[in-house]
């Protein structure tokens, strides 16, 4: 595979700027900068409706709103705004008590009616939320919430850690929330919104303390390497998600501190098996997927920062992801890929290096993002490893939001797609959201009209065992049956990173990546 990464040569800032201004000036300016925030980001949110998908994930990320519970460095859920939880002899019913110290940034206390109505807004505009919560009930007195589900669930905390479960004060009913976000109870609130561009203000009855910063700017950079000089720069304290590309900016460990993990993220391709589309044979998507060099792009492009993919979920979960990567469906094999377009009835009959069929070329478009400097990366070596076996990808690149539109709405052959593979501290909440049947719409993120009965009954199965080890092995059945299907191509699971001035304190990142921003970040002492 021809080395294809290309990094951009930066100078260094050489001098010093001085202020010429005599007194007052200097001191003040240079106080008045330490108390700002900057953080780099990749635009990924254009609204901050805490309900939505990508508005819940900037809420929380921004450190705007939190939730009753939350997932810790291992992934255990842990007390946020609920300070403790039980569940009932009956499994359906369960307690929780909401911290009495909680208020919103308006000041009004956060009650057990406060969080009830809250959750009851997130139900009445997310689909997933109702369909994860399952709630049959809830009740308030004091600072008591019972919540009462339809069937036994015992993931229900877990459910809670979504953002789109953050916790708003429902009382204010004349804000702007796509721009000004819910009154929430993080450290820091919205004074103005942009996709580019974030201002928020320290929470002035933040229920922790005083917040370190007096507020926070949210820069958001499209083009990574730009993400990354800014960094280097000093233009930003903090950037989330530096390419690996960039990495060795930052080795300096007087300048600089990075915050790095395996992550319980996939960058696959979603694959759009609907009527008329080129993958809507089995045996083309089964092409495609056999002539990538998975290992390669992880090893070498993208320099031993990805995990080579396969599975749907990440390793790091422990769903069988050694045993899987074990199946043919994961193996690289030319010269079957070149066999399967044959047996489809695909052949280059002009000379042109691209297999045809009823003179037309078998061409796939390929949707992606540039905001991450990997995509491109890898949507190039998959262009070049298909066009060995003669099908041509046609790269189609665009914003976040656009690459986002169109997968809400099927427009696509291949799309990339970035992200946890678990919803709701659910690895089956996840699989259920992109590949379980959309029969009448009652599943609209799955736009891909991929559909398998033996799917659907496994995760209705699924959702009722109690059993952990046969939990296991039906969510590992479950990805071998979409590996079999060719249903989607995982290209691998990235590390990822929160990279910050050493003058930062605390900047790290989660093995969740809900949450960025936090009380604890602050000035290195």
């Known amino acids: 595979m021809k080395a294809i990464w290309k990094k951009t040569a930066a100078a260094a800032l050489a001098g010093l700027f001085m202020l010429a201004a005599a007194g007052c000036g200097s001191g003040e300016k240079k106080n008045s900068q330490k108390e700002i925030l900057k953080v780099g980001v990749a635009g990924f949110a254009d609204n901050l409706e805490s309900a939505s998908q990508t508005g819940g994930l900037a809420v929380i990320r921004y450190g705007l709103g939190e939730t009753l519970a939350k997932f810790g460095k291992d992934m255990q859920v842990v007390p946020w705004l609920a300070e403790s ?3 009932g002899a009956d499994k359906l019913t369960w307690t929780f008590t909401v911290n009495d110290k909680a208020m919103f940034s308006n000041g009004n206390k956060v009650t057990a009616e406060a969080v009830k109505s809250s959750i009851e807004r997130t139900l009445s505009l997310s689909v997933e939320a109702s369909d994860w919560a399952r709630i049959d009930s809830m009740k308030a007195e004091g600072q ?5 589900t339809k069937t036994p669930l015992p993931g229900l905390p877990g459910v809670f850690c979504d953002p789109r479960f953050s916790i708003v004060d429902t009382s204010v009913r004349d804000r702007d929330i796509p721009h000004l976000g819910p009154v929430c109870t993080g450290p820091y609130t919205v004074k103005s919104f942009a996709r580019d561009k974030a201002v928020m203000e320290a929470n002035s009855h ?19 390497h730009t993400r990354a000089m800014a960094l280097k720069k000093g233009e930003v304290d903090v950037a989330a998600g530096i390419s690996s590309g960039d990495l060795n900016l930052f080795k300096d460990a007087n300048a600089f501190r990075i915050s790095e993990r395996n992550s319980l993220n996939s960058v696959l391709a ?12 089995q045996r083309i998507r089964e092409a495609l997927a056999f002539c990538l060099n998975r290992p390669a792009y992880c090893k070498v492009l993208l320099r031993d920062t990805f ?10 979960l422990g769903y069988g992801y050694n045993e899987l990567m074990q199946l043919d469906a994961c193996r690289r094999d030319v010269a079957k890929s070149k066999k399967l377009l044959k047996e489809a009835g695909w052949k280059d009959t002009n000379g042109d290096g691209i297999v045809d069929k009823g003179g037309k070329n078998l061409e796939i478009g390929f949707t992606i993002y540039t905001s991450q400097a990997e995509l491109p990366l890898l949507a190039e070596v998959v262009k070049a490893d298909a066009r060995n076996v003669g099908i041509k990808i046609n790269i189609k690149a665009a914003d976040y939001n656009a690459v986002e539109q169109a997968e809400k709405s099927g427009d696509y052959d291949m799309l990339i797609h970035t992200g946890m593979t678990l919803q709701a501290g659910s690895p089956q909440y996840y699989m259920n959201m992109y590949w379980k049947s959309n029969t009448n719409g009652n599943n609209p993120h799955n736009t891909s009209g991929y559909s398998n009965v033996k799917f659907d009954a496994l995760s209705e199965a699924l959702s009722v065992e109690p059993d952990p080890a046969k939990q296991k092995q039906m969510t590992i059945d479950m990805q071998k049956i979409l590996l079999e299907d060719t249903a989607v191509i995982v290209f691998g699971y990235p590390k990822t990173n929160i990279i910050s ?11 969740c990546d809900y949450y960025w921003i ?5 000035r290195s002492k």
Request: glycine fraction near 10%; charge should be neutral.
């Open 85 to 87: 939880w039980k569940v």
């Open 144 to 148: 008591t919430l019972t919540v009462r």
């Open 206 to 224: 933040y229920w922790k303390g005083p917040v370190p910063f007096k507020g926070v700017e949210i820069l958001s950079f499209d083009d990574p």
């Open 270 to 281: 979603r694959l759009n098996i609907q009527p008329g589309r080129p993958l809507a044979d």
């Open 307 to 316: 995990i080579p993919g396969g599975p749907v979920l990440a390793p790091g």
């Open 501 to 511: 001035s050493a003058a930062i304190a605390n900047a790290d990142i989660m093995p």
């Open 518 to 522: 936090t009380g604890d970040w602050q």
